[in-house]
């Protein structure tokens, strides 16, 4: 017995049912859940899974680094345009690194620098476009091996939030 999708072989069913139901608001109590959810510590949770592999943690310790986030206790102020720091130990992997959460100001720019080491830089919330052109929103990864150089911006639009690791790098002035 061949097993179909139930929703992919009805999905021109669906499709006509969903245009013939009159729109209704959802209940209220269901609304406000919805948005505490997305506000709350849950609000990064899908990020736990490539946050755990990029970043050596296991699936316990990726989870409750990210449930910490909404927590501003959790965070160590930064100087403008770096808005905050919430530092974290990465698995053995990473040696050396230095991890952390970092909150960047809409708008920044991150200058000129030489990796002596790799840098890895996921992103949670945000944008950011390197000086080659290319974009890296929610979910985007950054991987720049030993002795590269590049620039970071981050879009004017929203602050970005970025978890990072990285151990010797060279700011270029430049």
Known sequence: ??????????????????????????????????????????????????????FDLDGVASRALLARVPDPTAWT??????????????????????CGLVRMKSGMRVPAHRHRDRELSYVLEGLLFDDEGHEYGPGGVIDMPAGSIHVLHVAREADALVA????????LGI
Do not use: C
């Open 1 to 54: 017995m061949v097993m179909i999708d139930s929703f992919e072989a009805n999905r021109e069913a669906w499709s006509l049912l969903s245009t013939a139901l009159d729109p209704r608001d959802p209940p209220a109590s269901a609304r406000e859940r919805l948005l505490s959810e997305i506000s709350g510590p849950a609000r990064y949770a899908p990020f736990a899974p490539a946050i755990a592999r990029h």
């Open 77 to 98: 102020a930064g100087v403008e345009p770096i808005l905050g720091f919430m530092h974290f130990k990465p698995g053995p992997r990473l040696g050396r690194a230095h």
């Open 164 to 171: 990072v690791a990285q151990a010797r790098t060279d700011f």
